[in-house]
């Protein structure tokens, strides 16, 4: 329900302008919006208790400052806001927290954990969780110009893989098969000037043949069909 094969989406903005985006996302319905955003709190509920199990771990260590035995007082700052995004706010709010019963339990956890299985867990949860859900690769098509490739990172924390080919550096661009195991799968490809290999367009997702073929009609179609004058091709 989250994800889903494949599919196309095409963008036409102007006649001598398309972009075609295979992507895992479904269309949009109200429930799958609910479930992004469940899924949302989840990730942030859980990096924040990583966060909390973090710091639990360093105020027990030998390596942490000692704490006073009386509790801080409170900044002389009455805006809420102001007093989280201080110094002497987020010392006091720290404090606060480790004398509450959540900083008491997550620095007991914390503590029963060994420091060389906790901090190698906590970093491999915060990779999990920038993990994207939905993958998209786009072809953008723009007449007289060229071609632009766009892959999305399999991360949160990385950028998008983009890559622009030159109408003039444009050989061919073919629909091209290969077995994957027992599978014929197929796939659009762009053959550049000067250039060994070809580039493959929708790498990480290979949608299917249908698909395919639908963007090469439609790549050569936008890059090289004349347009109509007068009413006659």
Same mark, same amino acid.
């Given at each position: 329900?989250?994800?889903?094969?494949?599919?196309?989406?095409?963008?036409?903005?102007?006649?001598?302008?398309?972009?075609?985006?295979?992507?895992?996302? %479904? =269309?949009?319905?109200?429930? +799958?919006? @609910? *479930?992004?955003? &469940?899924?949302?709190?989840?990730?942030? !509920?859980? #990096?924040?208790?990583?966060?909390?199990?973090?710091?639990?771990?360093?105020?027990?260590?030998?390596?942490?400052?000692?704490?006073?035995?009386?509790?801080?007082?409170? %900044? =002389?700052?009455?805006?809420? +806001?102001? @007093? *989280?995004?201080? &110094?002497?706010?987020?010392?006091?709010? !720290?404090? #606060?927290?480790?004398?509450?019963?959540?900083?008491?339990?997550?620095?007991?956890?914390?503590?029963?954990?060994?420091?060389?299985?906790?901090?190698?867990?906590?970093?491999?949860?915060?990779?999990?969780?920038?993990?994207?859900?939905?993958?998209?690769?786009?072809?953008?098509?723009?007449?007289?110009?060229?071609?632009?490739?766009?892959?999305?990172?399999?991360?949160?924390?990385?950028?998008?893989?983009?890559?622009?080919?030159?109408?003039?550096?444009?050989?061919?661009?073919?629909?091209?098969?290969?077995?994957?195991?027992?599978?014929?799968?197929?796939?659009?490809?762009?053959?550049?000037?000067?250039?060994?290999?070809?580039?493959?367009?929708?790498?990480?997702?290979?949608?299917?043949?249908?698909?395919?073929?639908?963007?090469?009609?439609?790549?050569?179609?936008?890059?090289?069909?004349?347009?109509?004058?007068?009413?006659?091709?």
């Amino acid at each position: 329900m989250i994800t889903t094969s494949p599919r196309l989406r095409v963008r036409r903005p102007s006649p001598t302008t398309a972009e075609f985006t295979v992507t895992t996302l %479904p =269309p949009t319905t109200l429930s +799958l919006r @609910l *479930l992004r955003l &469940l899924l949302l709190v989840l990730r942030l !509920l859980l #990096a924040l208790a990583t966060c909390l199990l973090l710091y639990g771990c360093w105020i027990t260590s030998p390596l942490a400052a000692r704490q006073p035995a009386e509790p801080l007082s409170r %900044p =002389p700052n009455s805006n809420t +806001l102001l @007093l *989280l995004f201080s &110094l002497p706010g987020l010392w006091y709010t !720290l404090d #606060a927290y480790q004398r509450s019963w959540t900083g008491t339990l997550f620095a007991g956890v914390a503590s029963s954990v060994p420091i060389a299985v906790l901090v190698p867990a906590a970093l491999a949860t915060f990779y999990l969780l920038s993990l994207r859900v939905h993958s998209h690769e786009s072809l953008l098509v723009l007449r007289g110009l060229g071609v632009q490739t766009r892959e999305s990172p399999s991360t949160y924390l990385a950028s998008a893989a983009t890559r622009f080919i030159p109408t003039e550096k444009i050989q061919d661009i073919f629909v091209n098969e290969a077995f994957r195991g027992f599978e014929v799968r197929y796939y659009l490809v762009v053959v550049v000037e000067g250039e060994e290999h070809v580039v493959v367009v929708f790498p990480g997702l290979l949608p299917k043949r249908r698909i395919v073929e639908t963007v090469w009609r439609g790549v050569r179609e936008c890059l090289y069909e004349k347009p109509k004058r007068d009413g006659v091709d």
